[in-house]
T-cell receptor, first 112, second 115 residues
């Protein structure tokens, strides 16, 4: 069962920051927030994950609210290649037995 | 490092025919997953292997679907007989114990069309 709510679609101008929101109001204390994306005709790709602190890597930044009920994935300078479906997932961190429930995600279109 | 390899990339068959998909996970990854992805939906887990053991197959329609992972490396997913509703993308993923997150690494998928 999906535990997250995301907008169905978003647009972003090329070169601007893309901010993708995710609501996870029922998140448990041991659950992390993961983000994956899926470019057309490819398998999903891991982007970033976090527990309660903001995280940044070479692809994106993850901002998690203090109450952990929502988060935002930030692509600082969106390019056309960032056009994809972005999935926000919550799950316990340890153990491969915990499923990723992908839901339907947010379809991001980067506009030239 | 090579990623998850799947073949074939595309398959078109007539209903009631059998079909098989093959997956080679990332070297050293003990956990292997098969997912089903319908158009406009996110991937849904069919089966998860830990080495050669299927530890979660609760979502696998066992009347027509079967899977195996001999020797705990490559895996095959089979449908027999295929139905029109099986048209979808079948994704394979693998994960290992390195790092913290047990992130799953996905292959490109096999797009099945049943006519």
């Amino acid at each position: 069962d999906a535990k997250t709510t995301q907008p169905t679609s978003m647009d972003c101008a090329e070169g601007r920051a893309a901010n993708l929101p995710c609501n996870h109001s029922t998140i448990s204390g041991n659950e992390y927030v993961y983000w994956y994306r899926q470019i057309h005709s490819q398998g999903p790709q891991y982007i970033i994950h976090g527990l309660k602190n903001n995280e940044t890597n070479e692809m994106a930044s993850l901002i998690i609210t203090e109450d952990r009920k929502s988060s935002t994935l930030i692509l600082p300078h969106a390019t056309l290649r960032d056009t994809a479906v972005y999935y926000c997932i919550v799950r316990p961190h340890l153990g491969t037995g915990n499923q990723f429930y992908f839901g339907t995600g947010t379809s991001l279109t980067v506009i030239p | 490092e090579a990623g998850v390899v799947q073949s074939p990339r595309y398959k078109i068959i007539e209903k009631k025919q059998p079909v098989a998909f093959w997956c080679n996970p990332i070297s050293g990854h003990n956990t292997l997953y098969w997912y089903l992805q319908n158009l406009g939906q996110g991937p849904e887990l069919l089966i998860r292997y830990e080495n050669e053991e299927a530890v979660d197959d609760s979502q696998l329609p066992k009347d027509r679907f079967s899977a195996e992972r001999l020797k705990g490396v490559d895996s095959t997913l089979k449908i027999q007989p295929a139905e029109l509703g099986d048209s979808a993308v079948y994704l394979c993923a693998s994960s290992g114990e390195s790092g913290e997150g047990y992130e799953q690494y996905f292959g490109p998928g096999t797009r099945l069309t049943v006519t």
